[in-house]
């Protein structure tokens, strides 16, 4: 996992069966945006006799660090730190994996992973090239400047809807509150009276609330109504200090989410995520001036009903 300012950033699965390289070449593995990172700066690789993870620095020009301390070779414990240039890496472990919840059998589910492994093979993609949308380098940078010039959360909230509007298919999008009880409920949807809060069920709240996954879920039936095909919802978690505050929600007529508008809406929450940070503190009237606009413009929304104390 990529640490980023003291805060957990994009995690990167490592494969057993081969070398995971660190540097800035782009052929690594992880390539890490470091001057003071070598092209090959070290690997991680699984030493299957002794069931251990073996960190190697690769020759280095400023070494690789293990917990603070130079290393050529050394086993890599779990919750170990690696540094390398500037950069902090943080080796985990992967719990057992969790059965994913069943849902309705007209549904089926295009992806489900944790946000932050998600990030990852993101950020991988984009380093060789396989993105299918040469836009999105400059739209999140558009999207970061937008929202870390935020002032409070409501701009947040304004600017995350916004952009995920503009730029992701959405025909309504909505931020939503994690309760004290777990749940998903409300805090500002576009356009007003549509079926969104309906769209959002257990089995999505037990993943996005509790565990922390981005999923995208679309319909696998044939529509009935050629003219109002069903609805197929992306709803990705919005994270302060490794817990779920908030998530936001987007819905789509199936087919018209593409894989690149769900990377979009993974970095935008990531974007989020970071922007409500710095306003954790932030009061809860700060929602009440949001307006109801419709989906083509949505410069504006409105606060559903919120309690004293939302964090976002």
Not at 4 to 25: C, E, K, M, Y
Not at 69 to 89: F, N
Not at 229 to 256: D, K, N, Q, Y
Request: aromatic share 4%; proline share 6%.
């Amino acid at each position: 996992m990529l640490r980023i300012a003291g805060r957990p950033g994009p995690t990167f699965v490592l494969d057993a069966s081969q070398d995971n390289t660190l540097g800035r070449s782009p052929e690594a593995t992880i390539v890490v945006a470091d001057r003071l990172a070598s092209r090959t700066h070290a690997a991680v690789r699984f030493d299957a006799v002794h069931n251990t993870w073996v960190l190697h620095d690769l020759h280095s020009r400023n070494g690789t660090l293990l917990d603070g301390t130079p290393v050529s070779s050394a086993v890599i414990a779990d919750g170990a730190v690696v540094r390398v240039g500037t950069s902090e890496l943080v080796f985990k472990l992967l719990p057992p994996a969790t059965p994913t919840p069943t849902i309705a059998a007209s549904s089926h589910f295009v992806r489900c992973r944790p946000v932050a492994e998600l990030e990852g093979s993101v950020l991988r993609r984009s380093s060789i090239g396989s993105t299918d949308d040469a836009r999105r380098p400059l739209l999140l940078y558009q999207a970061s400047i937008r929202l870390l010039a935020s002032r409070s959360i409501r701009e947040v909230i304004e600017a995350t809807l916004e952009l995920a509007a503009q730029h992701a298919g959405a025909a309504s999008v909505g931020w939503f509150r994690v309760t004290g009880e777990m749940r998903l409920e409300p805090v500002c949807v576009v356009p007003p009276g549509g079926e969104l809060a309906t769209l959002v069920g257990e089995s999505t709240t037990q993943l996005v609330a509790r565990e922390g996954n981005a999923i995208w879920v679309t319909s696998s039936r044939e529509p009935t109504d050629a003219h109002h095909p069903e609805p197929e919802i992306a709803c990705l978690p919005i994270i302060e200090r490794e817990r779920v505050h908030a998530a936001l929600v987007v819905s789509a007529a199936t087919g018209a989410m593409r894989s690149a508008d769900f990377d979009f809406l993974v970095a935008l929450a990531s974007l989020a995520s970071a922007a409500c940070s710095g306003h954790a503190s932030s009061p809860a009237s700060d929602l009440a001036s949001l307006q109801t606009v419709s989906i083509h413009s949505v410069s504006a929304v409105r606060s559903l009903p919120a309690d004293s104390n939302t964090n976002g």
